[in-house]
């Protein structure tokens, strides 16, 4: 049989099948639910901004070459940083309490083009983690910057805050709940898609008509066991009051 599927088709299987999308939805939702609550662990982010510059700051004659000069070096203090050195002096101040792989793993550098501000971030799976990592850091970056490039001025503008019922920035619960529930849906229209391709069952007048090419005249409804007894039921009183009906008559004219 050419299997031909049309968009009156598709509709009509979606809405026959539609248990099997709120089944896949409701199981996608239930699974990333679980993830999010009970396996995903929490991270939370905290920042601080660091200003750098080549020349003392506390000069009033700067030059605006000296300013260039100081935009071109923001990359290499960013690299600075999360150097080995930097990392090593910030895990011992803060008395071993992260490793250094965690501390390397938690900061992360950005710098804005032209600017000479320096964004520190750190992400870790305590909000007070985040924050003591990443003021530790800045700080030991302001006081290391100096020996090791012989000149340069750091100047931390903010420090992070630490605040209790800081929310996570990671995972993004809304954005995961919404995507498990596409996803469910697509999963459920998936499997109503396939099952339509493969289903050669005849449902109605058209699908005989298109697998036999014959002419049906006329159709007979299916009866349940339950409707057949009643309507036996019903056809065998009435023949009983029929019957008795005639009977009355019969004696009547006699």
């Given at each position: 049989m050419e299997e031909l599927i049309d968009l009156k088709r598709i509709l009509g299987a979606i809405s026959r099948g539609k248990w099997y999308i709120l089944g896949a939805i409701g199981l996608c939702v239930c699974i990333m639910s679980i993830y999010l609550w009970f396996i995903a662990t929490p991270v939370y982010q905290s920042k601080t901004q660091v200003l750098v510059n080549q020349v003392d700051s506390s000069k009033t004659n700067?030059?605006?070459?000296?300013v260039q000069a100081n935009l071109q070096l923001v990359d290499t203090y960013s690299a600075i940083v999360t150097s080995p050195r930097i990392l090593k002096e910030v895990e011992k101040e803060l008395g071993n309490k992260y490793s250094r792989e965690e501390i390397a793993n938690a900061v992360q550098v950005n710098s804005s083009s032209n600017s000479q501000i320096i964004e520190i971030t750190a992400e870790y799976s305590s909000a007070k983690g985040a924050t003591e990592i990443v003021n530790k850091t800045a700080q030991v970056f302001e006081k290391q910057i100096p020996n090791i490039m012989n000149f340069g001025d750091v100047t931390i503008l903010s420090q992070a805050?630490?605040?209790?019922g800081q929310a996570p920035v990671k995972p993004h619960k809304s954005l995961m709940l919404t995507l498990s529930f596409v996803i469910g849906?697509?999963?459920?229209?998936?499997?109503i898609f396939v099952q339509t391709i493969f289903d050669r069952t005849i449902k109605s007048v058209e699908d005989l008509q298109e697998a036999f090419g014959l002419t049906v005249l006329g159709t007979?409804?299916?009866?349940e066991p339950e409707q057949v007894k009643v309507k036996k039921r019903v056809k065998g009183e009435s023949l009983k009051n029929e019957k008795k009906n005639r009977t009355e008559a019969i004696n009547r004219v006699q």
């Open positions: 700067i030059q605006a070459q000296d805050q630490y605040t209790k849906a697509i999963i459920g229209i998936m499997i007979v409804n299916a009866f």
